[in-house]
């Protein structure tokens, strides 16, 4: 009896923590891995890392759906909704962002509701440049900070070229 | 999305699940982020799935014919001369897709499920 009501107790305590963390890291922050070298060197600098770096990811940027220039952000595949990927904003609704097409020079403007997402190691990216902008509904949360390995941990910094990119409305 | 739902004033359920397990296809009505603004949320049908073919009506004597694209849905509102939605902006992902439209609860006469 009383192993029972132990085991129940403990039951209740996990079920109670992991709706508790479940909520907290849908509504407001979490934490999770990167993978893939296509935001080198600002995640996974060195390919040959045992371990992925992970980072915080907040959720209330998506109260209002405000970004800035630089920022890196975590979103939904265009192609595919069941894949995350994490890219930094490069251009913003109305912007005007330079391009490479078919080793044609381009520019294109960014339409309302969307962005232009780059990762920061261009030759290993698929991102914007492949599947051109995207909604910025599909964004899930903003990357602030990388919280592992140990030496690596520290704010991720608003950086962008801003010689491609033309804000003028 | 006259006649399905009134102008205002109706009170539907709306499921937050199927989307997440791929339940959603063509016919359902579902809450849509707004591509043009991601505050937004739009109640449309969606009419086809990745890979489909849709045909829409750009003015009344000219038609075009799309495929949508691999992770897309083709959304339209039911009131066809009043609705901003995919002949407008295009297919949208299928990651904006918030929930699936089943149930209508007010106004009494309008209580069921909504029409395919």
Known sequence: MGTQSLLWNSVKKFLTCGLIGLTISDRYASIVPVRGASMSPTFNPRARNFTDDYVLVEKFCLKKYEFSHGDVVVFCSPSNHKEKHIKRIIALPGDWIGTTHNSHDDVLKVPKGHCWVEGDNSASSIDSRSFGPIPLGLVKGRVTHVVWPPRRIGLVERVFPQERVSSLK | ?116
């Open chain 2, 1 to 116: 999305m006259l006649p399905t739902l009134n102008l205002t004033g109706d009170l539907v359920l709306a499921e937050h699940v199927s989307h997440r397990i791929g339940k959603v296809g063509a016919g359902d009505v579902v809450l849509v982020r707004s591509p043009v603004d991601p505050r937004r949320i739009l109640t449309k049908r969606v009419v086809g799935m990745e890979g489909d073919t849709v045909s829409f009506y750009v003015d009344p004597m000219y038609s075009q014919t799309t495929v949508v694209p691999k992770g897309h849905v083709w959304i339209q509102g039911d009131n066809t001369y009043a609705s901003s939605d995919s002949r407008h902006f295009g297919p949208v992902p299928y990651g904006l897709i918030q929930g699936k439209v089943f149930f209508r609860v007010w106004p009494p006469d309008g209580f069921g499920t909504l029409e395919q």
